[in-house]
């Protein structure tokens, strides 16, 4: 069956994605999209760099809003937001959140769990006693709570501790990691399959990983195929393998969001 494709995880030059969001329209008509959203990164106090910067949530949603009416009738644009656990937003303004955890906060500083596999091996060093289990544990708390408090549409990258530090030898991990997930699907079903750093070699393998996609199907979660794309050649990347993969673990559709809401295609 030919995979309807879509992808409601953009960034744009409206934060730390490197083209507009017409020009990820255009790309996205180009390559057979249905549809596209725009999900650039909510402001985040003390670590705003990367994201549409402080008191600029409406001037954001403005310009989303503007290509959506210059598309209308012709290709569906939706107004999404990737929210992290430490930003405040005005959920009313957007079609759909991305819920995310980038950070975990030590002694008031952000710290990145994707800024780099020195960097990380620093935290479990200096913040940890040397046990990586406890960064697992600090980064998966705050996707719980995320879930908890924000109720996303959809959890993204939900094992982002994972990417520049791999914990796969140790069992330990696999208990915090799907103990969170539990916990985390009282409050949200829905999780995307992204690509994003595959697309950028930095991984072999889509987030979440598949033990963790298993989970989400045995307890009746539903996933989306996401980009997270910072520059629109990477559209759709990876799309075939990830609902391939999908399909031998045993789902048997995608979501997509629509004008009337999520819909679920066929895999
Ligand atoms: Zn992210
Ligand atoms: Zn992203």
């Not at 569906?76 to 975990?104: K, M, N, P, Q, W």
């Not at 709570?145 to 696999?174: C, Q, W």
């Amino acid at each position: 069956m030919e995979l309807i494709k879509s992808n409601l995880h953009t960034h744009t030059t409206l934060s730390d994605g490197e083209h507009s969001v017409e020009e990820n329209v255009e790309t996205a008509i180009e390559r057979g999209f249905v549809s596209l959203g725009i999900s650039d990164h909510s402001y985040v106090d003390g670590d705003g760099d990367y994201t549409i910067g402080k008191g600029n949530e409406e001037k954001y949603v403005s310009e989303v809003r503007r290509v959506i009416k210059k598309y209308e009738g012709t290709f569906d644009l939706f107004c999404g937001a990737e929210v992290d656990y430490y930003s405040e937003i005005d959920r009313s303004l957007y079609d759909y959140i991305i819920g995310s955890v980038h950070t975990v906060k030590i002694e008031g500083q952000h710290r990145g769990v994707d800024w780099g596999g020195e960097y990380t091996q620093g935290i479990i060093r200096d913040f940890c006693g040397g046990d990586h289990v406890e960064l697992c544990k600090m980064y998966y708390e705050n996707v719980m709570e995320h879930a908890e408090k924000n109720k996303p549409d959809i959890m993204g990258h939900f094992d982002l501790v994972t990417k520049f530090h791999s914990f796969d030898e140790d069992e330990r991990y696999y208990d915090v990691a799907l103990g969170a997930l539990r916990e985390v699907m009282k409050h949200v079903k829905r999780f995307e399959v992204n690509t994003g750093a595959v697309a950028v070699n930095i991984r072999k393998d889509p987030y979440p990983s598949k033990i963790l996609l298993a989970e989400i199907l045995r307890l009746g979660g539903t996933v989306v195929l996401s980009a997270d794309c910072h520059n629109r050649k990477h559209l759709g990347f990876g799309f075939e393998e990830a609902a391939k993969m999908l399909k031998e673990i045993g789902f048997t559709s995608i979501d997509r969001l629509t004008k009337q809401g999520f819909v679920s295609d066929p895999l």
